[in-house]
């Protein structure tokens, strides 16, 4: 890590760069298979928020139309 830090701040480049760089180089070989608990967890979560939108959005829509009906109503008695 120091040698890729000590060549990309010989080639000019900035402090912050150069430790990303070396901290993304020093990184990349520290990758490893997650545990099958992990690994199952992105499909659980999307399943428990396409859940979440089932129940939620029938009552996002109907609070939509019953503010714009609440509008209308108030717009068209002020002309009467």
């Given at each position: 890590m120091n040698?890729?830090?000590g060549?990309?701040?010989s080639r000019g480049a900035s402090v912050?760069?150069?430790v990303a760089v070396a901290l993304l180089v020093s990184a990349a070989g520290a990758h490893a298979e997650l545990p099958e608990w992990?690994?199952?967890i992105g499909e659980k979560i999307s399943g428990a928020i396409a859940d979440s939108a089932a129940m939620v959005g029938p009552l996002f829509a109907a609070a939509l139309?019953?503010?714009l009906i609440f509008k209308l109503v108030?717009?068209?008695t002020?002309?009467?």
């Open positions: 040698s890729i830090f060549v990309l701040r912050k760069a150069a992990a690994s199952g139309v019953a503010g108030k717009r068209f002020n002309k009467v």
